[in-house]
């Protein structure tokens, strides 16, 4: 512990100066951290830190002692004290971060770990800041020079608006296999630059997904487990949730994010470069489905704008040549052989207030292929691998039969509602 200390001390110019005084006063410093440790690594650590800056900041040696001996020995007390120490006009934008970082997203594997360039977009104030009037994709520059500025900004942000309880990380490769591109992509100097941010925008190919891809390997995570664990107490979730005026809604957040990114990246006129944007559709498709936004406003809106996207994706084929089972893959297994359309993709991730919106009489007649009833059924039918559990939504099934689908509608030599019925009296036998 004490080489780490006298280590770290060591490499900042203004600790070397103050050491080049009083041996005493820095073997007093050296042993109060020690001492008051208890053997906690993450205290050292978080102090060390501190001291550093107070350092930076020009606090004396005498200072510097004063600082640790206020310095509560409870790792809590520390939590507590750190999040106290956040300045006022941050301590908003402070809880909304921790917030999103707390989400859990390990339902969605591929993406699960929040990326630095999701969380960039809290300089919209907004969760929904992408569907609100006036929004213009023109504000996210995905130049090389704007993709660093952007990554750079946004890491002195966490790093200024959580008093370094979250960290910033680089994990080569771990992007690039989530979305099936094969061999890590070599960052090129990227990762170098995690502390302070890419200043260096030429190892980008501007508006070019599969270098863009790098981006993504930026991740967000706390300094340690114990102060996840900390703010999940719910006495500290409630005060968390105050500082930002209620809980945030992360999920909408992330959607926005993410629809951003869809939306300016260039994957027509280079479909080989689809991999991304098709993982990142999956992804906020799967987000959608859950139940406190699969019903609103935002779903519809969201689901509106992908639609044309999705329906290019499906005819490039890309979910035949992505290499990842995406969610979305699994929507569009039969898109070709069957002549789906994106209703049955929203039929499939459960999109209820899309297809309230455009599952009309008109719609289901003019579906070829497979009938819709078909895609509320063919899971229970089949026994398809589904996005959602094999039971079918009654509500979904209900508004389908409302919306003119007909029980009788033939499907491989048998009505829609015979073949369901022959799959229910099986599983009962």
């Known amino acids: 512990m004490q080489v780490f200390i006298l280590d770290q001390f060591n490499k900042q110019p203004r600790f070397r100066i103050l050491s080049q005084g009083d041996n005493k006063l820095i073997n007093t410093l050296l042993n109060n951290i020690i001492t008051s440790s208890s053997g906690v690594f993450l205290w050292v650590c978080l102090v060390v830190t501190e001291v550093l800056e107070e350092a930076r900041d020009g606090a004396s040696m005498a200072e510097l002692i004063e600082i640790v001996e206020k310095v509560p020995n409870d790792i809590n007390d520390y939590f507590y004290r750190i999040m106290d120490s956040i300045?006022?006009?941050?301590?908003?934008?402070?809880?909304?971060?921790?917030?999103?970082?707390?989400?859990?997203?390990?339902?969605?594997?591929?993406?699960?770990?929040l990326q630095l360039l999701d969380l960039s977009f809290i300089e919209e104030h907004h969760c929904d800041f992408a569907l609100r009037p006036g929004y213009s994709l023109a504000k996210y520059d995905?130049?090389?020079?704007?993709?660093?500025?952007?990554?750079?900004?946004?890491?002195?942000?966490?790093?200024?608006?959580?008093?370094g309880l979250l960290k910033t990380q680089y994990t080569e490769g771990r992007t690039e296999k989530s979305v099936g591109l094969g061999q890590p992509i070599n960052n090129a100097g990227?990762?170098?630059?995690?502390?302070?941010?890419?200043?260096?925008?030429?190892?980008?190919?501007?508006?070019?997904?599969?270098?863009?891809?790098?981006?993504y390997n930026y991740h967000v995570n706390f300094l340690h487990r114990s102060f996840y664990d900390y703010?999940?107490?719910?006495?500290?979730?409630?005060?968390?949730?105050?500082?930002?005026?209620?809980r945030y809604n992360v999920r909408l957040f992330l959607c926005n994010a993410k629809l951003v990114q869809?939306?300016?990246l260039n994957y027509k006129s280079r479909p080989d470069h689809a991999r991304l944007p098709f993982g990142l559709v999956s992804y906020v498709l799967s987000v959608m489905s859950v139940d406190d936004l699969k019903y609103t406003k935002e779903c519809l809106d969201i689901a509106t704008r992908l639609r044309p996207v999705v329906e290019f994706l499906a005819q490039k084929r890309i979910h035949k040549t992505s290499g990842v089972l995406w969610y979305l893959s699994i929507a569009l297994q039969d898109y070709d052989a069957y002549r789906e359309n994106f209703l049955a993709v929203a039929i499939e991730f459960d999109l209820v207030a899309y297809l309230k919106e455009y599952l009309t009489l008109d719609a289901v007649l003019a579906k070829t292929g497979r009938p819709l009833l078909g895609n509320v059924l063919k899971h229970a039918i089949f026994h398809h691998y589904s996005v959602?559990?094999?039971?079918?939504?009654?509500?979904?099934?209900r508004l389908v039969l409302d919306r003119g689908a007909g029980p009788n509608e033939m499907w491989h030599s048998s009505s829609?509602?015979?073949?369901?019925?022959?799959?229910?009296?099986?599983?009962?036998s």
């Not at 829609?416 to 009962?428: E, N, Y």
Request: hydrophobic fraction near 35%; charged fraction near 25%.
């Open 388 to 397: 959602h559990l094999p039971d079918p939504n009654a509500e979904v099934l």
């Open 190 to 215: 990227l990762a170098a630059s995690t502390e302070s941010g890419p200043h260096n925008g030429e190892y980008l190919d501007s508006r070019d997904s599969t270098d863009l891809v790098r981006t």
């Open 142 to 163: 995905i130049s090389a020079q704007g993709i660093c500025a952007r990554i750079g900004s946004a890491s002195r942000r966490v790093n200024s608006r959580c008093g």
């Open 231 to 246: 703010l999940r107490e719910p006495e500290n979730m409630e005060q968390l949730t105050q500082r930002a005026k209620g």
């Open 87 to 113: 300045e006022p006009k941050y301590k908003a934008e402070s809880s909304i971060m921790l917030q999103i970082t707390l989400h859990d997203g390990k339902r969605f594997v591929n993406f699960k770990f």
């Open 262 to 264: 869809i939306l300016s």
């Open 416 to 428: 829609i509602w015979g073949l369901f019925l022959t799959c229910l009296a099986g599983a009962r």
